[in-house]
């Protein structure tokens, strides 16, 4: 099992900054994919952004250019650094790990973009 712990979200202002970490329970060397998704109130939850064990990324449209995904499997750590905010980020983000054949979550921590 894999327990995922999410941090760093808050309010910011539109144009702002954040820095979200997901702590992983077990070692980052044997997690495959990781990454990010979020729910925004009334809407499905969507893919943010993905990273592979061996830092291979991909990014959902919106985000691209503005957010960046990062692993340091040594400290057991997911990142998402996300800039230039927008009122329309504003949502739950959730980290999850694919270890082995299941798919483990995080509980979710909240970014409100707005002035």
């Known amino acids: 099992q894999v327990q995922l712990v999410e941090s760093g979200g808050g309010l910011v202002q539109p144009g702002g900054s954040l820095r979200l970490s997901c702590a992983a329970s077990r070692t980052m060397f044997s997690i495959n994919d990781m990454g990010w998704y979020r729910q925004a109130p009334g809407k499905e939850r969507e893919l943010v952004a993905t990273?592979?064990?061996?830092?291979?990324?991909n990014y959902a449209d919106s985000v691209k250019g503005r957010f960046t995904i990062s692993r340091d499997n040594a400290r057991n750590t997911l990142y998402l650094q996300m800039n230039s905010l927008k009122p329309e980020d504003t949502a739950v983000y959730y980290c999850?790990?694919?270890?082995?054949?299941?798919?483990?979550w995080g509980q979710g921590t909240q970014v409100t973009v707005s002035s």
């Open positions: 990273i592979t064990r061996n830092g291979g990324t």
């Open positions: 999850y790990a694919l270890y082995r054949t299941a798919t483990y």
